[in-house]
């Protein structure tokens, strides 16, 4: 996934230094990565507002949990979200190959409850 982010990059920085000769090459490049990677994300968030039937702002934040799951774990993990809401609370079940216990983001303090933890987005 990355590589194919890098060689992307690297095909339209190439394709636009070919028609503008005065661009400088690293600059484009970091650029072009950079418009690629917010597509990535807004691709992601897209996905889980169909999925979940959230708002943007709430798919931005599971989004970030997601991030969260794959730097603690050191994987690509793939996070399965399930909407609860009761009154005025609403949260996102979390669930994963990874996570044994109920996980949970509250929505409206913006807080993960993992186990013994509770971290603030």
Do not use: P
Not at 5 to 26: M, P, V
Not at 28 to 39: E, G, P, R, T
Not at 61 to 85: C, I
């Amino acid at each position: 996934m990355v590589e194919d982010l890098y060689g992307e990059a690297h095909r339209i920085t190439k394709k636009i230094c070919g028609q503008y000769y005065d661009i400088d090459y690293k600059t484009q490049f970091k650029l072009c990565l950079s418009y690629l990677c917010d597509k990535n994300i807004n691709k992601r968030i897209e996905e889980i507002m169909n999925e979940v039937k959230v708002s943007k702002d709430e798919a931005r934040l599971l989004d970030q949990v997601e991030y969260y799951y794959q730097n603690t774990l050191n994987d690509n993990v793939k996070l399965n979200f399930r909407l609860w809401k009761k009154l005025e609370k609403r949260r996102i079940y979390i669930t994963s190959e990874y996570i044994q216990v109920k996980t949970y983001v509250d929505l409206v303090s913006k807080e993960l409850h993992d186990k013994n933890l509770i971290k603030t987005f």
